[in-house]
């Protein structure tokens, strides 16, 4: 019917023209054809469908496509983009890996790991100590001179294992991004594409390492493992002030250091800080923590302090019961100065007054030991005992006061303090300008900051790990304490170690290593006669210090 319909249909009159009537044949389902032809090419003809699915977005597509690329290059580099490589006498595996904050970590084993803020970037560059070449090893021990050329065989190793890397890191990221592509889109151009994009990507993150690279990173490391081994891998402080100038020593002495720790255990080296530096270990806030001592007991002996500074709280209630558990601070093998804290009475005073190697300071006393002057004042308030009613900041400042008319008396008579030392902050922080640096604990974290006078208030966190309140917290505090080194002749700070340890339960030990910024390679040093030698560190703040929040009484430490 519908063909009879068609046919009855007036057609028009068709084209004269050749090429007209060719072109109306082509634009009219080409009727002038044979039927026979026409027939056989409507049979072999699919009908249109209805389309189901609508294509993605081209957003969506690009989308994936980045994820394909990103996916196949971390593959890539997990699986063949690891290379090993030989730096001085020890085998190493160096390997990218992504990363939101970048940095380079230094596995050692079974020393723990480096991890050094070299560089901000997606991708982080991890190297491993695989083992220390007996042969190479040997000859150096055998020829001790040979470590004088150790810098220039170490920069060599260290920039071909680079290179290598990063020929190697190329070729992982490329193969694997398409590889993935092709396995998800199984079109050729499709998987090149995510190839060429994963190229791209790792060439930018490259270049975002390059312009953020930080040489000196290597002055301030972060160790995780074996705490009496961190310290020998750094250095001591004087030489890392004195020798550490350029990016190079500064790597040629480190791997000089894990070579001698790898070798026998007969040579292996003890951690010698120079004879002319003072050092001074920091602690605070052990509130009855009997594990504390035998810690700061290990830190004098590793470290050989000179003089102990404890900032207060040792004590938890204040009662005399508990005074006997100060007295192993006769025996920790170090004088051993201290201030009352707000959990210290004065019945816990007048004990530690009577011990032997014990020097308390109160009322701005200030006090010679290890050839270091201190100027220290107990905290006004004793907290535990709910009968007074807290007096609060004003009460610290109160005596914060007093401990500044001490300085100011000392500057005058020519016998001018090097440290002041209180337990709360707010205390201490009326002593700047008078002294180039002050100590405090009270808060239970670490806080560094440079006073407007140019004082430098460190504060120390809890040594005790939070004492018995270690166990009402859903996570223990860590274990805290400093080792600052002092230069002998100015009694300016050269350098300091941060030292923090697991919390109850935990065995995780880490040291961190910092230089004031007058040390660091390259700076001019400021004139010793003023508080402000001592300027910020790297990567610190200068401005005024951080108050903690409410007043001592309302705190529960």
């Not at 312009?211 to 009496?228: C, D, H, I, M, Y």
């Not at 010698?272 to 923590?289: A, F, W, Y």
């Not at 560094?448 to 809890?462: C, D, F, W, Y």
């Not at 910024?517 to 401005?543: M, Y």
Request: with cysteine; net charge positive.
């Amino acid at each position: 019917m519908a063909r009879a319909a068609r046919s009855r249909t007036p057609n028009p009159d068709p084209p004269h023209n050749p090429l007209h009537r060719l072109l109306h044949t082509c634009f009219d389902g080409v009727p002038a054809l044979p039927a026979a032809v026409r027939r056989t090419y409507r049979s072999r003809r699919t009908a249109p469908t209805a389309t189901l699915i609508e294509p993605p977005h081209p957003l969506a597509r690009s989308l994936g496509l980045i994820a394909v690329t990103v996916l196949g290059a971390w593959l890539g580099l997990l699986l063949i983009g690891r290379v090993h490589a030989p730096v001085g006498p020890m085998d190493t595996s160096m390997a990218l890996h992504p990363s939101l904050t970048g940095g380079t970590t230094i596995n050692v084993p079974p020393l723990g790991d480096l991890e050094l803020r070299s560089h901000y970037a997606p991708v982080r560059l991890d190297v491993d100590v695989d083992r220390l070449d007996p042969a190479r090893s040997q000859a150096l021990v055998d020829h001790p001179e040979r470590f004088a050329g150790l810098q220039a065989e170490v920069t060599h190793d260290v920039t071909r294992g680079t290179l290598g890397l990063a020929l190697h890191s190329c070729v992982a990221v490329a193969s694997g991004a398409t590889a993935l592509g092709l396995a998800v889109y199984r079109r050729p151009r499709r998987a090149l594409a995510a190839g060429g994009l994963a190229l791209a990507l790792l060439a930018a993150s490259a270049g975002t390492a390059y312009a953020t690279w930080n040489p000196k990173s290597v002055l301030e490391p972060k160790f995780s493992g074996l705490l009496s081994s961190a310290p020998s891998v750094v250095g001591n402080a004087r030489n890392i002030v004195s020798e550490f100038n350029v990016y190079q020593k500064e790597l040629a002495r480190l791997v000089t250091n894990v070579t001698k720790l790898y070798d026998a255990t007969s040579t292996l080296p003890v951690y010698q800080p120079d004879p002319t530096t003072i050092r001074v270990l920091h602690v605070s806030d052990i509130h009855l923590n009997p594990g504390s001592w035998r810690i700061i007991a290990s830190l004098v002996k590793q470290y050989r302090i000179n003089v102990i500074i404890d900032t207060g709280d040792t004590m938890d209630h204040g009662s005399a019961a508990e005074n006997h558990f100060l007295d192993p601070v006769s025996t920790l093998g170090a004088p051993y100065v201290w201030v009352r804290g707000n959990h210290d009475s004065r019945s816990t005073q007048k004990y530690l007054t009577r011990r032997a190697h014990v020097t308390v300071l109160d009322h701005g006393k200030v006090a010679q030991v290890a050839g270091v002057r201190i100027a220290g004042v107990g905290d006004p308030q004793f907290t535990p005992d709910r009968s007074v009613v807290a007096a609060g900041e004003p009460a610290e400042r109160t005596a914060g006061g007093r401990l500044a008319d001490s300085l100011r008396t000392q500057r005058l008579a020519g016998t001018p303090a090097d440290i002041a030392v209180a337990h709360n902050p707010t205390a201490v922080t009326e002593a700047d300008g008078l002294a180039p640096l002050a100590l405090a604990g009270h808060i239970h974290h670490r806080e560094n900051t440079m006073l407007p006078q140019g004082t430098r208030l460190m504060v120390e966190g809890s040594t005790g790990g939070g004492g018995l309140r270690a166990v009402q917290n859903k996570k223990p505090a860590p274990v805290e304490a400093s080792v600052l080194y002092l230069d002998r002749t100015t009694k300016r700070l050269q350098a300091w170690d941060e030292i923090t340890l697991g919390g109850l339960g935990l065995s995780r030990a880490e040291v961190s290593r910092h230089l004031p910024r007058e040390n660091q390679p390259g700076a001019t040093p400021a004139p010793s006669g003023s508080p402000h030698s001592s300027g910020p560190p790297s990567g610190h703040s200068s401005g005024p210090p951080s108050r903690p929040s409410g007043s001592p009484s309302d705190s529960p430490r």
